[in-house]
């Protein structure tokens, strides 16, 4: 009898599509560039948002999914990873560092605030959202060993859904009219006062739900913008974007074998 396999419902998914160690970034299309770094590959599913591969690294078994953007989205395949028999769990992708001097750093989450609209939802916005130290461990070895700096701290949530953050012209005419509005530079010295590194629009949320759900969720993004934040800066060298890519790409999936190798199966099967 043909064994009846289970699927989620967003992103068709089922335990046996998924590693107990997960990649998660927003771009569907950076989902497929981090594949063709795993050896052998497989892709699984394009369903909705959700673009997902499962792999091999350094014989190191990674699944690689995509969130699309905001906090919504990001918890729904975080939700739906998790009952497939993830642990744990990296968010990497993009993000807007307090200081200009960090541009094109890599930004280690060690820490979230996450006010967001949507992870207020299982848990008071007071909640503690602190990431896995082992977990931090290992991204910034991994980080280091690529030779690239990287700052570490708080990562806040962004501000997605907000005429703030809107390219358009409406989103300039909204900007306007808005009243109490907070300009850039207010933003910054807000978040310079509350000790923030960087923002980005997923990461916070999905560490806090990660939290609640009892598994390890940490944040490696790249510092693409600076003070102007409708400038993306680093997407118009498109040369120099896809190197800085190629390189997050290898530096968190080195960092999900080295965290195995430190504290996971790959720790036990060195000292057996």
């Known amino acids: 009898m043909k064994k009846e396999v289970t699927k989620t419902l967003y992103s068709n998914l089922s335990s046996d599509d998924v590693s107990e160690y997960v990649i998660l970034t927003g771009d569907p299309w950076r989902a497929d560039k981090v594949a063709k770094f795993l050896d052998p590959g497989e892709h699984i599913s394009f369903c909705r948002e ?99 700096e990287y700052i570490s701290g708080i990562v806040r949530t962004g501000i997605a859904g907000e005429s703030l953050i809107s390219l358009t012209k409406f989103g300039a005419y909204r900007r306007s009219m808005t009243p109490k509005m907070k300009t850039f530079e207010e933003l910054r010295t807000e978040e310079n006062y509350l000790g923030i590194k960087y923002s980005d629009l997923e990461s916070p949320a999905l560490i806090k739900v990660g939290n609640l759900m009892g598994i390890a969720v940490g944040s490696i993004c790249l510092a693409t913008v600076v003070r102007d934040r409708y400038k993306k800066i680093m997407h118009s060298d498109p040369a120099f974007m896809q190197s800085m890519e190629d390189v997050l790409c290898q530096v968190a999936l080195n960092s999900l074998f080295i965290y195995d190798q430190k504290f996971g199966k790959g720790a036990k099967a060195i000292n057996e």
């Open 50 to 148: 959700f673009n997902t591969h499962t792999g091999f690294y350094k014989d190191l078994r990674i699944t690689v999914s995509s969130t699309g953007i905001g906090a919504a989205s990001a918890v729904e395949i975080l939700e739906e990873l998790k009952s497939c028999g993830a642990k744990v769990v990296l968010r990497m992708g993009s993000g807007a560092p307090a200081n200009d001097e960090d541009f094109a750093k890599f930004l280690i989450a060690t820490a979230g605030m996450a006010d967001d609209s949507v992870s207020i939802n299982y848990a008071p916005e007071n909640y503690p959202i602190v990431v896995d130290p082992k977990l931090v461990e290992s991204i910034k070895e991994s980080v280091s060993e690529s030779g690239y």
